[in-house]
């Protein structure tokens, strides 16, 4: 059993924890959302031009790469992650060019190094994964891809078909940090693509807080909070890790409840 | 990459939107199903006469075509060498080829019954054919533009206001092209429902790339039949400026099978390509992935996006359109770039012998122009785009020559 299956299989959703690499003191941060409950880390590769992201994040590669991040330091900032918890699945989240830049298979094969369970890649579509997916699963890392509201019963066997771990069903059409999506309308969204798949479905783009994440819970077996986390890293600084500890718990108590 | 020179440079992209390596839809899911609809849609209307009736009706008695083709002959004399024409898309209503474009897309965009148009321009040129466009056909519009072109191109802004458009200055990243293109798309996944994009140039996720050509390549299916009605052959170079390269396409698409027609796009140089501080993706970049198509980028060892510089906004993007990234492997086409001084003198050299004022964009292809023309024989003939007129570009110019208005 991977260790993204194992957060999967228990009897609860899991909670799904994301910050932006190299913004602020990414460790200290990441081991917050871990001691305040997280079930899996999901870490932003900073990218000039995040196209998906709302403000939040987008400020947040801006911060990071202001400060030097390279893609070695969040290579080593997930090498180290896993050093300090062998157990916690660690997810890199980012855009197509950076993962690219020295080739898929390079890619794929630092991020095995590194200790990396899954990857998300923004703007890559099943149509154009002939190399990067590959090369993920060639190394042993689970290519996750995202699922949306305007993906139709048509193209959903498409984007099911080559994702591993888990699949990221975006819940709004729009970028992160927006509003988050009508409850009813995740719910039938959730329960048809689980009629095209057995992986676990998790849901993310506008769950900020505890009582969202409860209510999407009920019908997902994954719930991704980004922004909300991100803002607090914006807003603290150094004192955000007992912050981002009392969010994560608060989320993590939500969702442990919700069922 | 093949090797073996292709029977047709005119058949590409095949069906997946790939110009050989480059090109594609690397697009967020939520944006999938629309550039796919898109492509069935533009599909449909390529077979439908009433729809090629209206785009050619329209370019007739809205956009003032066909645009004059020119023998500049005090330039030529100037330059003493080949004779140099000039294709004269400044002369189109709102003074650039953009609009040809624009055109073609808001005709797909009411055929997709969509209510609400964005764009995002750099120069103000894209921006104003597509709040013209929009006013013609009465939809409301939101234009994407970097903060910093909102300042260098100010009478751009006022004109998109003054169509009844809403400008949207994007301060992220340097606030210029790439900024807004950014917000444009970002715009367009939170509004899929009622929204048609129409990018300003040959890039973006297929079908743009293609419909973008080929809604510009009634420039040189003109030039081609202008030319053997004025001179009873075909010129021997082609010159055009790049940005993101819709009208160098739109001029060379139509010659690419004609063997004796040499091809030349001009890229910004800027402050010089040694440096960092150019804008010129085909000579100083790498193939990469960014606003949904495969092609060459200015980037990092990381793959990291560099803003670039041009004194002319228009082709102030580090990226460019996946067709000439295939041209240029092909060796099809050549490619050089042009400094923004030399495109000053350019400039200034068209104002002083053929009383033209150029947008800085084509200045740069007028300064290849200078330089390739002096090393021709007399009897040869260049063709170059004068894409846009430089009302637009005199407060830069004036700043950069040091005059006070
Ligand atoms: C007059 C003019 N020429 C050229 C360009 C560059 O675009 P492209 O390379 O797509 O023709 C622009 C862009 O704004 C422009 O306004």
Redesign the pocket.
Known sequence: MTRLSAAFSKSRTALVCFLTAGDGDTAANLDALVEGGADVIELGMPFTDPMADGPAIQKANIRSLGAGTTTADVLRIATEFRGRHPDVPLVLMGYANPMIRRGPEWFASAAKDAGVDGVICVDIPPEEDDALGPALREAGIAPIRLATPTTDDKRLPAVVDGSEGFLYYVAVAGITGMQQAAIESIEANVSRIKRSTDIPVAVGFGVRTPEQAGEIARVADGVVVGSALVELVAEHGANAPAKLRELTSALSQAVRTAR | MTESKPNTFRNQPDDRGHFGDYGGRYVAETLMPLVLDLEREYRAAQADPAFQAQFDDLLEHYVGRPSPLYFAERLTEALGGAQVWFKRD?LNHT????INNCIGQILLAMRMGKTRIIAE??????GVATATVCARFGLPCVIYMGAEDVRRQSPNVFRMKLLGAEVVPVTSGRGTLKDAMNEGLRDWVANVHDTFYII???AGPHPYPELVRDFQSVIGKEARAQMQDRIGRLPDLLV?????????L?LFHPFLDDPDVKMLGVEAAGYGLDGDQHAASLLGGFPGVLHGNKTYLLQDEDGQITEGHSI????DYPGI?PEHAWLKDMGRVEYTAVTDDEALDAFQLLCRTEGIIP?L??SHAIAAVAKRAKEMPKDSVILANL??RGDKDIFTVAERLGVEM
């Open positions: 400044e003074g650039a080829h953009k321009t750099g120069a103000g040129q894209h300003g140039t040959a055009a400026a790049i940005g993101g390269g819709s009208n160098a739109g002319s906004a228009g082709l359109g947008a964009e084509p894409c846009g």
